[in-house]
């Protein structure tokens, strides 16, 4: 009897940290809108410069715990902590800032998730057969340019990017470094435009959030998801010759 109660004990142990950040994202969701939206940052913009100009390293340090724990459990206002490190921080080192903070985070849910089922998830697909084996195995041999690819297209949802890998046995440190690279272009956009709300706070109105679709933004970017597709398209040239 021990020895079944053990490894279902162990099972529940491992999803614990998932089953809270769907809990508190749950809750989050419900309570904080208000919270962590433009019109918060709007009203306390001055308490907040005030409390920059009198601690800089600890505004700094509590601005990226804030951040990590909002992608960590993915908490509405991932885009106002953005502009947040824009307006206080400046483009650099504001986008520093929120680049280090959402990677953080982002591993955060990606660890919870891997080990709570995407391990065992994994398992399952690389044992599959059939389409579902094709579809693993081309991912797996091309897991850089997947996970750039994921990160670079604007449609893609963050907290989307952050759970699939999970189920896919990606390496941590793979993970990491195409999170931290691939969400670049996004972040400094967005950092740059809350490094400019200041203007905007004057003229009472509030920030153009859909510039990163806008021709100038989006062609560099679709271009940076074309460069990372290429090996894909590569490898699947080379098997179609094969054939």
């Given at each position: 009897?021990?020895?079944?109660?053990?490894?279902?004990?162990?099972?529940?142990?491992?999803?614990?940290?998932?089953?809270?950040?769907?809990?508190?994202?749950?809750?989050?969701?419900?309570?904080?809108?208000?919270?962590?939206?433009?019109?918060a940052?709007?009203?306390?913009?001055?308490?907040?410069?005030?409390?920059?100009?009198?601690?800089?390293?600890?505004?700094?340090?509590?601005?990226?715990?804030?951040?990590?724990?909002?992608?960590?459990?993915?908490?509405?206002?991932?885009?106002?902590?953005?502009?947040?490190?824009?307006?206080?921080?400046a483009?650099?080192?504001?986008?520093?800032?929120?680049?280090?903070?959402?990677?953080?985070?982002?591993?955060?849910?990606f660890?919870?998730?891997?080990?709570?089922?995407?391990e065992?998830?994994?398992?399952?697909?690389?044992?599959?057969?059939g389409?579902?084996?094709?579809?693993?195995?081309?991912?797996?041999e091309?897991?850089?340019s997947?996970?750039?690819?994921?990160?670079?297209?604007?449609?893609?949802?963050?907290?989307?990017?952050?759970?699939?890998?999970?189920?896919?046995?990606?390496?941590?440190?793979?993970?990491?470094?195409?999170?931290?690279?691939?969400?670049?272009?996004g972040?400094?956009?967005?950092?740059?435009v809350?490094?400019?709300?200041?203007?905007v706070?004057?003229?009472?109105?509030?920030?153009?959030?859909?510039?990163?679709?806008?021709?100038?933004?989006?062609?560099?970017?679709?271009?940076?998801?074309?460069?990372?597709?290429?090996?894909?398209?590569?490898?699947?040239l080379?098997?179609t010759?094969?054939?």
């Amino acid at each position: 009897m021990s020895d079944m109660t053990e490894p279902q004990a162990g099972g529940i142990a491992r999803r614990l940290p998932l089953i809270a950040i769907l809990i508190v994202a749950a809750i989050g969701a419900f309570t904080l809108r208000d919270f962590l939206s433009f019109e918060a940052l709007r009203d306390n913009r001055e308490a907040l410069l005030a409390f920059r100009d009198a601690n800089y390293l600890g505004t700094v340090l509590a601005f990226i715990a804030v951040y990590v724990v909002i992608v960590a459990f993915s908490l509405p206002g991932a885009t106002v902590a953005t502009l947040t490190g824009g307006f206080l921080f400046a483009t650099f080192p504001g986008a520093l800032f929120n680049i280090t903070a959402a990677t953080i985070g982002a591993t955060a849910i990606f660890t919870a998730a891997r080990w709570g089922f995407g391990e065992r998830l994994g398992a399952k697909l690389e044992g599959s057969e059939g389409a579902v084996k094709k579809i693993k195995d081309g991912i797996d041999e091309n897991q850089w340019s997947m996970l750039f690819l994921i990160r670079l297209v604007p449609a893609v949802p963050f907290f989307v990017a952050n759970l699939v890998p999970s189920f896919m046995q990606v390496p941590t440190h793979r993970f990491v470094i195409s999170t931290f690279l691939g969400i670049i272009p996004g972040a400094v956009v967005y950092t740059s435009v809350g490094a400019g709300l200041g203007e905007v706070f004057a003229r009472g109105e509030t920030p153009n959030l859909g510039i990163i679709f806008e021709p100038q933004i989006l062609l560099p970017i679709l271009g940076l998801c074309a460069l990372a597709a290429l090996p894909i398209a590569i490898k699947a040239l080379r098997g179609t010759k094969g054939l």
